[in-house]
């Protein structure tokens, strides 16, 4: 008796215990449906408490006409720390999330919206590097949606002359293309280079490197290319950004891109 009494009870804990798994695996395939992405520390607070914000700053596509505004390092920092509609945690899995539609304050040299991380130092200032040594952007990402094309981290110059060209834009299209486009000098001129596939909604990483000086070196999932950087760019310092630099404009508020990062880092030597 005690004997078929302890099997019933069992049999009853596995019955129960199933809806429990099956929820919990639908949310998970939910929340990161390409990879199963574990989720990021806590998913209740804002994106400073799961990353380190502490070498950055924000740009929004809100404010006035030409002058977008800008979220400080100091702002953007701990679990309490700022979020809004186009920048916070994606409370299902932690995920920092970059909101940028097609219709939204841009800079004076872009036509586009964004909301995007710029490089900062520690002490406020702004990063500018020089390309001699070694630089490293790593993310996990996956973009969530797109109208048509998103750019998700550039090399862009800073100081040494008037370009305000990047050096190297990261863009994923609607199709599911990864595009790499190098600027062929400071006055203008891309060349775009196919660097991979990752269907929409997917998780997919990339290491945006510069080594000694002269080569740009990028990886995607796994897989690296190399390019020579022209001389011309040799008088400039550079510094990171990324994030959803959406590249279509139009008077649509809902139409644009959404990227979800669940790692960023950055690395100097």
Wanted: a positive charge.
């Amino acid at each position: 008796m005690r004997k078929e009494t302890a099997m019933r009870m069992r049999a009853a804990l596995v019955v129960l215990a199933i809806p429990a798994f099956v929820a919990a695996t639908a949310l998970s395939a939910e929340a990161a449906p390409a990879t199963g992405q574990s989720v990021l520390g806590s998913p209740s607070v804002a994106p400073g408490g799961n990353f380190d914000l502490s070498t950055w700053q924000l740009q929004e596509p809100v404010g006035s006409p030409g002058s977008p505004t800008t979220i400080s390092s100091s702002r953007l920092q701990g679990p309490n720390g700022f979020q809004d509609s186009y920048f916070y945690t994606d409370t299902r899995d932690g995920a920092m999330t970059f909101w940028a539609p097609e219709k939204g304050v841009t800079t004076p040299n872009s036509n586009y919206a964004r909301s995007e991380l710029r490089e900062m130092n520690r002490d406020g200032s702004a990063a500018n590097w020089s390309l001699s040594g070694s630089h490293k952007l790593n993310a996990t990402l996956r973009v969530v949606s797109v109208t048509s094309n998103v750019c998700v981290g550039q090399v862009h110059l800073g100081t040494g002359g008037s370009s305000t060209k990047p050096l190297l834009e990261l863009y994923y299209r609607s199709s599911g293309d990864i595009v790499l486009g190098t600027e062929n000098s400071p006055d203008g001129g891309q060349t775009l280079h196919t660097v991979g596939h990752v269907a929409v909604g997917k998780t997919w990483t990339y290491t945006i490197g510069i080594s000694g000086g002269n080569t740009i070196d990028l990886t995607v999932n796994g897989s690296t290319t190399h390019y020579s950087i022209p001389s011309s760019f040799k008088a400039y310092k550079q510094y990171f950004k990324a994030g959803s630099y959406n590249q279509s404009s139009s008077s649509s508020t809902t139409k644009g891109a959404r990227v979800a990062f669940y790692g960023l880092t950055i690395s100097h030597s």
